[in-house]
C-alpha cells in the first residue's frame, strides 16, 4: 500500500521514488537467496524505508522463505546477550547463527546504535559472514551516504558501499504529511 502521491510536486523526488518502489517490489517478487542482491536504503525519517523493506519481508516469509527482520539496536543486543552468555545462563546463540544463515537479513535503523568496538566488530561480522556466504542483505538508515562511510570504518563501509545496490529515498516525511493532511 505504499503511495508514491506524497512524492508528486517535485518531479525529480517523484520519478526517483516511483524508481526507489520498482526497484523494492521486483526484488520481493524474484527474490531468491543465491542471487539477490543486498540493498542499502538510504535517506531521512519518514520516507518510507520501513515500510517498504517490511513489504519485502511480508511477500518473502508468505513465499516461504526464511526472513529475519531486524533493528540494529536489537540485532546488537542479541550479540551483546551471546557475549556474556555464560555469566547471564541465557541461550542466545541460536538467534545469533540466524542473523547469519537466514535466507535474507534486514537491517532497520543502521545509525541509531551505539557505535563501539564491540558493536563495530558485531556489525563487520555480520555483513561479512553474509557476504561472504553469498546471502542477501537489505541495511536501510537514515544516514546519507557520506554520514554512512564517517560513522562507520573502512571494512564496513568498502563493503556496503561496494556490495550493496543503494537505493537513496527522498522527499517529505510522510508520517508528517499525513499529520498536516489530518
Not at 517535485?10 to 517478487?29: C, G, I, L, P, Q
Not at 527474490?31 to 543486498?38: D, G, I, T, V
Given at each position: 500500500n505504499f503511495d508514491?502521491?506524497?512524492?508528486?510536486?517535485?518531479?525529480?523526488?517523484?520519478?526517483?521514488?516511483?524508481?526507489?518502489?520498482?526497484?523494492?517490489?521486483?526484488?520481493?517478487?524474484?527474490?531468491?537467496?543465491?542471487?539477490?542482491?543486498?540493498?542499502?536504503?538510504?535517506?531521512?525519517?519518514?520516507?518510507?524505508?520501513?515500510?517498504?523493506?517490511?513489504?519485502?519481508?511480508?511477500?518473502?516469509?508468505?513465499?516461504?522463505?526464511?526472513?529475519?527482520?531486524?533493528?540494529?539496536?536489537?540485532?546488537?543486543?542479541?550479540?551483546?546477550?551471546?557475549?556474556?552468555?555464560d555469566s547471564s545462563g541465557i541461550e542466545s546463540g541460536y538467534e545469533r547463527e540466524r542473523y547469519m544463515n537466514c535466507d535474507l537479513l534486514i537491517i532497520d535503523d543502521l545509525g541509531t546504535e551505539v557505535c563501539n568496538q564491540f558493536t563495530l566488530s558485531c556489525l563487520y561480522n555480520v555483513i561479512n559472514t553474509r557476504g561472504i556466504s553469498q546471502r542477501p542483505t537489505i541495511i536501510s538508515t537514515n544516514l546519507l551516504q557520506k554520514e554512512f562511510m564517517d560513522r562507520y570504518n573502512e571494512r564496513i563501509t568498502s563493503r556496503v558501499i561496494g556490495e550493496y545496490m543503494p537505493l537513496v529515498f527522498t522527499g517529505n516525511d510522510v508520517r508528517k504529511q499525513k499529520v498536516i493532511k489530518g
Open positions: 508514491l502521491d506524497y512524492y508528486r510536486g517535485n518531479e525529480r523526488v517523484y520519478m526517483n521514488m516511483k524508481y526507489v518502489y520498482n526497484t523494492m517490489k521486483a526484488y520481493a517478487e524474484n527474490f531468491h537467496p543465491s542471487s539477490s542482491p543486498n540493498l542499502a536504503l538510504f535517506g531521512g525519517t519518514g520516507l518510507g524505508k520501513t515500510h517498504l523493506s517490511t513489504a519485502v519481508a511480508k511477500v518473502l516469509i508468505e513465499k516461504g522463505w526464511d526472513v529475519i527482520y531486524t533493528g540494529a539496536i536489537g540485532m546488537l543486543s542479541d550479540f551483546e546477550l551471546y557475549r556474556f552468555e
